[in-house]
């Protein structure tokens, strides 16, 4: 009798190294899915061709600025300006003059990656692509970047209701890696500047 008891328990013991892998996976898409169907705190909520949280289009850079402090990075070139902010929640906004007085610069695109931005339907960071797609039917592919590492970044962009996607993929799909809101019925990538430096764009 002891050997065929032997034998259950090390199948088991087998089963339940084969089976951990499989609930492990599980767990990270539940909490995936998770995240995905949590809104956003008022302060963190992406309103598409509106605001990124406090930071709304059209807002004055002055008070960008002394919410955020200097920029860590940005480029400038010809009127129109990139300022990008690191950290947990890395935050990019893009600038131009508000008007040909030249004496006011105000945000006209503002890019977040942080975990918390999300739309009232829970919309955001590591949200696959179909359910952007559900969410946003009119979505279209923008542009296509490539790295020096052979890594590729997806923009897709909901034109006329003023919100884009960086995507990149993991685990065999397409997630959410950041998101641009930019003004409604203007393509995301209507800017002089690009903020994917260091990323070669593809034809």
């Known amino acids: 009798m002891k050997a065929p008891l032997f034998r259950i328990a090390l199948a088991l013991c087998a089963f339940a190294a084969c089976a951990q892998p499989a609930s492990q996976k599980a767990a990270r898409e539940d909490s995936v899915q998770q995240q995905a169907a949590t ?23 002055d008070s960008v600025f002394s919410l955020l402090g200097k920029p860590d990075d940005g480029d400038a070139a010809m009127g129109k300006a990139w300022g990008i902010w690191y950290g947990t929640d890395t935050i990019a906004v893009y600038s131009t003059y508000a008007d040909s007085n030249m004496n006011r610069r105000v945000a006209r695109q503002i890019v977040v990656s942080g975990e918390g931005y999300r739309t009232v339907n829970g919309i955001g960071r590591n949200t696959p692509l179909e359910t952007i797609r559900e969410n946003f039917p009119a979505l279209q592919p923008a542009a296509t970047y490539v790295s020096d ?16 996607f960086d995507l990149r993929k ?3 799909q397409l997630l959410c890696h950041a998101v ?6 203007e393509p995301v990538t209507a800017t002089y500047l690009t903020i994917h430096a260091g990323w070669k764009k593809l034809p």
């Open 170 to 172: 993991k685990d065999g």
């Open 149 to 164: 590492t052979h890594d590729t970044l997806w923009v897709y962009d909901a034109q006329a209701a003023g919100i884009a």
């Open 39 to 61: 809104p956003a705190a008022p302060e963190a909520l992406l309103a598409p061709g509106e605001r990124a949280g406090k930071f709304r289009l059209g807002q004055d850079m």
């Open 180 to 185: 641009t809101i930019h003004d409604k019925q």
